[in-house]
T-cell receptor, first 114, second 110 residues
Framework: DGGITQSPKYLFRKEGQNVTLSCEQN?????MYWYRQDPGQGLRLIYY???????QKGDIAEGYSVSREKKESFPLTVTSAQKNPTAFYLC?????????????FGPGTRLTVT | GEDVEQSLFLSVREGDSSVINCTYT??????LYWYKQEPGAGLQLLTY?????DMKQDQRLTVLLNKKDKHLSLRIADTQTGDSAIYFC??????????FGAGTRLAVHP
């Protein structure tokens, strides 16, 4: 089955610690995205990558970092510099080949920092 | 700038039709999308419409697009309890990014 996996589903960390969220896709999509969702709000774009070894900041990149060493993988690190990291994080991918640019989402990781 | 707005809440009776509305600002948007999110889950793509279309129908879902008013709607016929979720409207922005609305929470009651 093709799809996007995110792990773990729930993650707990102490304040001051960096944490890395995993995102893997086997859809052969070139583009991948990370979003943050807070209660009652829409999705806000953190980082995106159009191709391997390249990525761009989204609207709220401060306190986050990413890498794109493989087409299938786009891990997100939440650093201690992120002021309010507790949120639901969603990874997505898309393929410009389809021409319709729809994004497909993983199941999400809920991060709680105390 | 790019912005997408939706009403936050809609309550309907089971079996009735639901209409979720959305307005967007970027008149150059080529594609608009509807996603569904169930509690604690990721977003599921429901449907999308190309900007040169006025309407698209897919089983119980009907999407209407009014380009002049930059208004998009999603109609769900014969709404069921399983349709209870948050529905997001999105427009295609620059660099193939999607711009999402805040989501409309649909509650279906008997």
């Amino acid at each position: 089955d093709g799809g996007i996996t995110q792990s773990p589903k729930y993650l707990f960390r102490k304040e001051g610690q960096n944490v890395t969220l995993s995102c893997e896709q086997n859809l052969n999509h070139d583009a991948m995205y990370w979003y943050r969702q807070d209660p009652g709000q829409g999705l806000r774009l953190i980082y995106y990558s159009q191709i391997v070894n390249d990525f761009q900041k989204g609207d709220i990149a401060e306190g986050y970092s990413v890498s794109r060493e493989k087409k299938e993988s786009f891990p997100l690190t939440v650093t201690s510099a992120q002021k309010n990291p507790t949120a639901f994080y969603l990874c997505a991918s898309s393929s410009p080949v389809t021409g319709t640019y729809e994004q497909y989402f993983g199941p999400g990781t809920r991060l709680t920092v105390t | 700038g790019e912005d997408v707005e939706q009403s936050l809440f809609l309550s309907v009776r089971e079996g009735d039709s639901s209409v979720i509305n959305c307005t967007y600002t970027d008149s150059s948007s080529t594609y608009l999308y509807w996603y569904k999110q169930e509690p604690g889950a990721g977003l599921q793509l429901l449907t999308y419409i190309f900007s040169n279309m006025d309407m698209k129908q897919d089983q119980r879902l009907t999407v209407l697009l009014n380009k002049k008013d930059k208004h998009l709607s999603l109609r769900i016929a014969d709404t069921q309890t399983g349709d209870s979720a948050i529905y997001f409207c999105a427009e295609r922005g620059g660099y193939n990014k999607l711009i999402f609305g805040a989501g409309t929470r649909l509650a279906v009651h008997p």
